[in-house]
């Protein structure tokens, strides 16, 4: 098995991370990519926080768990809420998160671009067909890549397929 990717997408609607989660359970099931594990958050306009949803079916090596989506959703969207307090507790439990690239930056990232009315694809990949995964997504609604744990290189090569027309 390759390397895992985890990858960040950011949809500028509410509906797009799940319709885009959708269309990769369809390509795990048909085996042009591994999906290890993922996670929607979809922020409805109006509302004060998003919802998050972790796929269910994702049990095998290199699942990430409820664990690890809770506590990154919680610093990312909610510890913000809840105070200096909280948010220094969580300070030593997050730094376990830089080994893979996941600090600061990253949190802040994605705090100031899933925002109400967006929605965002949180996904732990391997061995993807990149040119069939491309041709799924074409007919969805754009996506912006937020985040990979990629070389330059391959994160180069990534945003080229899927900011082609």
Do not use: Y
Not at 29 to 44: F, G, I
Not at 118 to 140: I, R, Y
């Amino acid at each position: 098995m390759a390397q895992p990717t985890l990858t960040v997408w950011k949809f500028d609607d509410p509906r797009g991370a799940d319709e885009a989660a959708a269309t990769l359970a369809e390509l795990a099931r048909a085996n042009v990519v591994n999906v290890l594990d993922s996670a929607t958050v979809s922020w409805e306009e109006g509302k004060k926080r998003p919802k998050t949803h972790q796929s269910n079916d994702m049990t095998g090596i290199g699942a990430l768990g409820g664990a690890f989506w809770g506590m990154l959703f919680g610093l990312i969207f909610f510890v913000p809420l809840l105070g200096a307090a909280v948010g220094a507790a969580t300070g030593a439990l997050a730094g376990s998160l830089t080994d893979v690239g996941i600090d600061d930056d990253f949190i802040a990232q994605v705090r100031d671009q899933v925002t109400p009315g967006t929605s965002a694809l949180f996904v732990m990949t391997s061995d993807a067909v990149v040119d069939k995964v491309h041709e799924a997504f074409a007919g969805h609604k754009p996506a912006q890549l937020l985040f990979t744990n990629l070389s330059s290189d391959q994160e180069a090569a990534l945003r080229k397929v899927f900011t082609e027309e």
